[in-house]
């Protein structure tokens, strides 16, 4: 099945611009940029802990795969610039929804169909990978490197007390279906460390008050969330009227993982002026600062501030 593959994907796949060299021989060759280093990231998603493939298209599956590799390269400012991709198929294949069953080679290019419109959006070009068949469920691994700007990358350690914290878009309830459709914020990330200076930046997958507090852990630090700015998505306010178990839209958006919103800290001046100039496709919104005080802190309607357990997905 692999060589039948593999002809399938070399037919498909655009022709690899130059200097990258790939997928057909030993390696691929992958530019570093002008900074001369380069970001690199991997994920593992598998059958029965990520998605069930009689629930979840395999498109939706294979765009996933690679987009949350792409939010990573985001979370440092990075700019993509190629893949591997590694998939172990499930020998006889993999039930769909509706009831539709698809051979190892049918859902190899299902999960690739899935993905290479987003490689495509973002230049990101399939350097290579490996494809096996077993009899195990389908694993989906993919590698990607990217490029860091002349800013430099955007890493974990760099906030200071008096940055404020700021975040894109809407937080919670990613599990109604943004967890599969989200957009990487690459072109966010990209253009936010380009006009203004970040301190400190992740993107937030396990949720936002665990993936804040391991922002602080690095940086040394500790934040205050003020509870009443924490924007929180209209998916966040369904599943607490669906689910109806007392968990609340804020604690959703607190602590539901895989909403894939960057998660920045930056100078008070410059949160100023990103929040004024709002320059991005999404919201933009201050939730807090940090503050010299280890831990985390939730500050309520009346002022009172209390600890803020951190919670959210713990692989
Ligand atoms: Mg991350």
């Keep these: 099945m692999e060589s039948e593959f593999i002809a399938w994907l070399r037919a498909r796949l655009p022709e690899p611009a130059n200097p990258l060299l790939g997928p057909g021989d030993d390696a691929a060759l992958l530019p570093c940029g002008p900074a001369g280093s380069c970001l690199a990231t991997v994920d593992l998603l598998t059958e029965g802990v990520d998605f069930r493939l009689a629930e979840a298209d395999a498109r939706r599956v294979g765009r996933k795969a690679l987009a949350v590799n792409l939010s990573d390269i985001a979370a440092m400012a990075g700019r993509p610039t190629a893949a591997l991709i590694a998939l172990a198929l499930p020998r006889n294949g993999a039930p769909q929804p509706g009831g539709q069953h698809l051979s190892a080679l049918e859902l190899a290019i299902e999960l690739y169909e899935g993905l290479l419109p987003l490689a495509q959006e973002y230049d990101v070009a399939i350097a290579g990978g490996d494809t096996n068949c077993w009899d195990g469920p389908l694993a989906i691994s993919i590698t990607v490197w990217g490029e860091i700007t002349p800013r430099g990358p955007l890493r974990r350690d760099g906030a200071k007390p008096g940055d404020q914290i700021l975040v894109t878009g809407n937080l919670g309830g990613s599990i109604l279906g943004r967890h599969f459709d989200f957009e990487p914020r690459i072109r966010e990330a990209l253009l936010l460390n380009q006009r203004y200076q970040l301190h400190a930046g992740l993107d937030i997958s396990d949720g936002l008050s665990l993936d804040l507090s391991r922002l602080t852990a690095e940086s040394a630090c500790g934040a205050e969330i003020v509870l009443d700015r924490v ?72 002022g009172r501030r209390r600890p803020l357990e951190p919670r959210g997905y713990e692989h």
Excluded at 243 to 254: I, K
Excluded at 276 to 286: E, I, K, N, Y
């Design 231 to 302: 924007p929180i998505s209209p998916a966040a306010h369904q599943l607490t009227q669906s689910l109806a178990d007392g968990v609340s839209p804020l604690d959703h958006a607190l602590s539901d993982g895989e909403d894939f919103e960057l998660l920045l800290a930056v100078p008070a001046d410059e949160a100023q002026r990103i929040l004024r100039d709002q320059p991005l496709s999404v919201p933009v919104a201050s939730i807090g600062q940090f503050v010299p005080q280890t831990g985390l802190w939730q500050v309520d309607r009346d």
